[in-house]
């Protein structure tokens, strides 16, 4: 009965661990600035909102830290939907 019960404990952990990420991660794409110029420490991987106008109705831009380079991380720009507040 112990041999089955390790697994599944391991599945908890992961599953626990897993949703963590995504707590931490949605926590960092809540970030939103009106320049972006404010963003000064964007790290790789990292997710930014910008609402500085230049998207369409509807939509506004985002700033994801894309690699490391020699002069400092790469940022790409895309404008994506705007989430509903809740």
């Known amino acids: 009965m112990k041999e089955a019960a390790m697994p599944r404990i391991g599945l908890v952990a ?3 661990a897993a949703a963590l990420g995504a707590m931490a991660h949605s926590a960092v794409a ?3 600035y009106m320049r972006e110029g404010d963003i ?4 790789v991987g990292q997710r930014v ?3 500085d106008g230049s998207c369409p109705a ?3 831009k985002q ?3 894309a690699k490391l380079s020699q002069n400092g991380v790469v940022r ?3 404008c994506v939907p705007r989430l509903a507040k809740k």
């Open 14 to 16: 992961l599953v626990s």
């Open 30 to 32: 809540e970030q939103s």
């Open 40 to 43: 000064v420490d964007l790290r």
């Open 49 to 51: 909102l910008v609402d």
């Open 58 to 60: 509807g939509q506004i």
């Open 63 to 65: 700033v994801i830290g």
């Open 76 to 78: 790409t720009l895309s």
